[in-house]
């Protein structure tokens, strides 16, 4: 299963972006997706989760309030609307389909994963 990131780029803090991941054909109507980024030196972290059917939605704490994570079972895509970004919110952004059906916190948990996508927010 190759997923598919994209939206990424430039704004400026306080702005907003939404990002997308493509999943090839209905692969991922029945499983949970997530968001996870990395930042330049540091590890890969989790931002969101959400359950296959939208239900169960899960957060980091540094961007709960702010990022809003959703799923379009019908067309086949995962989004991640963020509002409020801080510079520190600068990374790529990788989106993941989880094992099973639910929302998970844990690499583990993925199976497979997007490319990526860079967001840059500048102060």
């Known amino acids: 299963v190759q997923l598919q990131a994209s939206g990424g780029g430039l704004v400026q803090a306080g702005g907003s972006l939404r990002i997308s991941c493509a999943c090839p054909?209905?692969?991922?109507?029945?499983?949970?997706m997530g968001w996870f980024r990395q930042a330049a030196g540091k590890e890969r972290e989790f931002v969101a989760a959400?359950?296959?059917?939208?239900?169960?939605?899960l957060y980091a704490d540094s961007v709960k309030g702010r990022f809003t994570i959703s799923k379009d079972n019908a067309k086949n895509l995962a989004y991640l609307q963020m509002n409020s970004l801080k510079p520190e919110d600068t990374a790529v952004y990788y989106c993941?389909?989880?094992?099973?059906?639910?929302?998970?916190?844990?690499?583990?948990?993925?199976?497979?994963w997007g490319q990526g996508t860079l967001v840059t927010v500048s102060s």
């Open positions: 959400i359950s296959w059917n939208g239900v169960s939605t």
């Open positions: 993941a389909q989880n094992r099973g059906s639910g929302a998970a916190t844990i690499r583990e948990s993925y199976a497979y």
């Open positions: 054909r209905r692969t991922c109507t029945n499983n949970g």
